[in-house]
């Protein structure tokens, strides 16, 4: 039997994998050194586990471990990164592009300087999920700084072209930041392949510790400069201040290892569950609908909308499993999100979607009774629905002129 519930919201936020305790816990016990101190064993033997997770986390990536910054997550990273553009390059432009289904720490980072007078293009997405390249191409002017575009989404899975958007950032002699917390260590990702000039991590994504992430800032061709949003000491080659996380920063670097060691498989993996899970799902179901381009994608991510049902009866049918749906409780009414909307999925199509997060902890088994409760749930709560029975009689929904109730 599986232990329930499961958990299978993996881009939310990934469970520490055992390994990664194992290697922070003499960090939070007998190696509590500050690794700023360098006068003592203590600081010695915390400094240098910090550079070999730099290490580790440079060579995800394919960086330099002088060019990866330590931060609290990947919002800081994110705000590190776009303001630290803005503000360092406040004389050579005032224009940065992004794109409308990035992550919040990147929409409200704009969002804030656009109030102090940078301008800000937000460029669309197409139905799959992605970008215009000639959009991009035709947003470029002298004044434009920086681009920043997220590798992979957090809700629809879709991954960017990044290579090619970054060919045309160095072209034009754009910097070019990606959000990459969703695709490294799922997907092969290169800053150099890819000609990317900064990019955000975050360890809990990866199966690390919660509350430290990392800025990749490239130092050669081009070199980045980047004013610091926090002073105070001059750690992180001045670019962010403050006493080193050791533990979570040796978590961090542990999760990077095993995930650039395993990539491939796991990644074969993910993707094996992720098509068993969507090919069951529309073998029983019909009126089902996949949210952003499936070639695209990243492994382990399946959105989906059912037709026909109430998003809310939905979720709570499924309640013993852990998952996200596509709309947002606001404090007045149900938000649909602003990444579906922004793919032209509509309101009743975005309630009652759901972003399937599988990953590396998830078995079979579990796919299994995740795809058996879902289609028992959708089946019941079609039976209940008048619209689904006119729907299969053939009655076009659309040309029915309904009463209204004054
Ligand atoms: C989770 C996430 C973030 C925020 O990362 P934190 O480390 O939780 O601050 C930023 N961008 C994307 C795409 C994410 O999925």
Redesign the pocket.
């Known amino acids: 039997m599986v232990k329930l519930p499961i958990y299978m919201d993996n ?3 990934t469970p520490l994998d055992p390994r990664v305790l194992d290697a922070m816990m003499p960090y939070l016990t007998d190696r509590f050194g500050n690794a700023a101190s360098r006068n003592h064993k203590f600081g010695w033997e915390a400094e240098q586990a910090v550079e070999s997770a730099r290490k580790e986390i440079a060579a995800l990536i394919g960086a330099d471990p002088r060019e990866i910054v330590f931060t ?7 705000n590190l990164a776009v303001k630290g553009v803005a503000w360092m390059y406040r004389e050579k432009g005032d224009h940065i592009i992004t794109c409308v289904t ?5 929409l409200d980072t704009c969002k804030h300087l656009e109030k102090d007078g940078v301008r800000i293009t937000f460029l669309p997405v197409d139905n799959k999920g992605l970008v215009d390249l000639d959009d991009l191409r035709n947003a470029i002017t002298d004044k434009t700084i920086l681009i920043s575009i ?1 590798t ?3 809700e629809v899975g879709v991954i960017q072209d990044i290579k090619e958007i970054g060919r045309i950032a160095r072209e034009r002699g754009v910097l070019f930041h990606t ?1 990459a ?2 695709a490294a260590g799922k997907v092969p990702f290169n800053v150099n392949e890819m000609n990317v000039d900064i990019a ?1 991590l ?4 990866v199966y690390g510790p ?4 990392a800025l990749y800032v490239r130092r050669r061709s081009p070199r980045v400069l980047l004013t610091p949003i926090i002073d105070g000491g001059g750690h992180e080659r001045g670019m962010r201040s403050g006493t080193l996380n050791v533990p979570g920063i040796v978590g961090f670097g542990k999760a990077a290892q095993i995930a650039r060691e395993d990539l491939r498989r796991e990644s074969a993996e993910m993707f094996r569950l992720r098509e068993r899970l969507r090919t069951t799902l529309e073998r029983e179901l019909d009126e089902v609908y996949i949210n952003g381009d499936l070639e695209k994608r990243l492994p382990g991510n399946l959105n989906m909308s059912f037709a026909y049902v109430e998003g809310e009866s939905l979720l709570m049918g499924i309640n013993d499993i852990a998952v996200s749906s596509g709309s947002a409780c606001t404090s007045a009414s149900l938000e649909p999100s602003y990444v579906l909307k922004a793919l032209g999925v509509g309101e009743d199509l975005a309630h009652t979607s759901i972003r399937f997060g599988i990953g590396r902890f998830n078995t079979e088994e579990e796919v299994d009774y995740v795809a058996a409760r879902v289609i028992e749930v959708v089946r019941r709560l079609r039976e209940l629905s008048p619209l689904y029975e006119m729907a299969k009689e053939g009655i076009d929904l659309k040309s029915v002129h309904w009463a209204t109730e004054a």
Request: charged share 25%; no cysteine.
């Open positions: 881009h939310a936020t609290s997550g990947a919002t800081e990273s994110d990035e992550h919040k720490a990147i997220m992979a989404n957090n959000d917390v969703q955000s975050s360890a809990h994504k919660k509350g430290v992430g």
